[in-house]
Structure formats: structure tokens, C-alpha cells
């Protein structure tokens, strides 16, 4: 199965495909009218019922950076970004009006970062999806350097620059994972 020369050129499908998580970056900044366009393709994001939960905090400050860097081995990457978005949620309030105790949040803030780094790579940026919520060490670092409220929660980062590697675009379907309406076994 492979996309025909048509569908590949579609600018859309290129974005989607091309996107990779590079996690070296070049030490310019990136230009604020990006930065907007992001964030005006983040709150774009679809959410259960329309609730629009998320909340999200550009970081452009290098010494923070550098200090969710120092955090975590695993938030080491950061520090070397200089740009980054925290997808957080008031969970409490979020569960408390919607009544979405079953961690809708996340599946509401995974639509966000996705938007994000799709954004970032049809503007010529790369980026990576830094896990954070239910990461020891992560979000119980990150949550106070953020300065935010009780009950406000990260679901993750996306680190976001000019990318200092390059990967090859997604190419072909793994057959060994697809299923055709029903799991077949040996898949």
C-alpha cells in the first residue's frame, strides 16, 4: 500500500508525514508571527462537547528552559529549546462542569499538541511531544517552576525550534499493525 505521487505532493499529507520528533535545535529564536499562528492552530484544537479545556503556556524564557531542562534526565532536551508550549488543563474545574471524570482531558489536550507540531512543521519548524502528566519526576518538577494553581495539570510539552537534524518523512503503511475490521490473529 503507498500513496500515489498526487496524494504525496498535497501539502497537507507532506506536513503530516514529514513530521518527526527532532530533538536537536538551532539556537535562533523563533519569529513571534509564528509563535501567534501556533498558538491560533492550538486553541483550534477539537475537545469533548466543545469544552475547550486546555490552557497553554509559551515559554520562550532561555534560564526556564534551562531549568526544565536540569529537572529530569528525560526533560533534558528543554533545555536546549527555545521555544516550548505546556498543554495544562483545570481538571478539577473540567471535571467538576463537564462531569468528564474518565481523563477526557488528556484525549482534549493530545488534540492540542498535535495541532501544535503540525503547525510548527508547515511553518518550517521542528519540534518534539515531551510527555509530562503521570511521568515520575516530570510533573511534580515542572507543575511549580510554571507557577501554576492547584488542580491544574500538564499533560505535556511541545518543544518547538529550527531543527538541527533532519529524519526521513513517514513513508508506507506497517501491515503488521493494520487490521481490517475485526484483530487478526498473527497481527
Known amino acids: 500500500m503507498t500513496l500515489s505521487d498526487t496524494q504525496r505532493q498535497n501539502e497537507t499529507i507532506g506536513v503530516i508525514l514529514g513530521r518527526r520528533s527532532i530533538r536537536v535545535f538551532e539556537a535562533r529564536k523563533v519569529e513571534p508571527e509564528k509563535v501567534e499562528t501556533i498558538l491560533e492552530c492550538a486553541f483550534a484544537a477539537p475537545s469533548a462537547m466543545n469544552a475547550q479545556p486546555c490552557h497553554i503556556v509559551a515559554i520562550d524564557d532561555k534560564d526556564l528552559l534551562t531549568k526544565i531542562g536540569a529537572a529530569n534526565e ?4 528543554a533545555g536546549d529549546a527555545p521555544l516550548a508550549f505546556a498543554v495544562c488543563v483545570d481538571v478539577a474545574n473540567y471535571e467538576k462542569v463537564h462531569r468528564l471524570t474518565d481523563g477526557t482531558w488528556m484525549e482534549d489536550g493530545a488534540c ?11 511553518l518550517g519548524l521542528e519540534g518534539v511531544w515531551l510527555q509530562i502528566a503521570n511521568r515520575k519526576g516530570r510533573e511534580e518538577v515542572v507543575t511549580p517552576m510554571l507557577h501554576l494553581p492547584a488542580g491544574v495539570r500538564i499533560l505535556a ?5 529550527y531543527g538541527a537534524e533532519s529524519k526521513a518523512p513517514h513513508s508506507g503503511v506497517d501491515t503488521a499493525r493494520l487490521h481490517r475490521n475485526i484483530w487478526q490473529p498473527g497481527r
Open 74 to 77: 528525560r526533560t533534558r532536551m
Open 112 to 122: 492540542v499538541m498535535e495541532n501544535i507540531l503540525l503547525a510548527a512543521r508547515a
Open 157 to 161: 510539552m511541545a518543544l518547538v525550534g
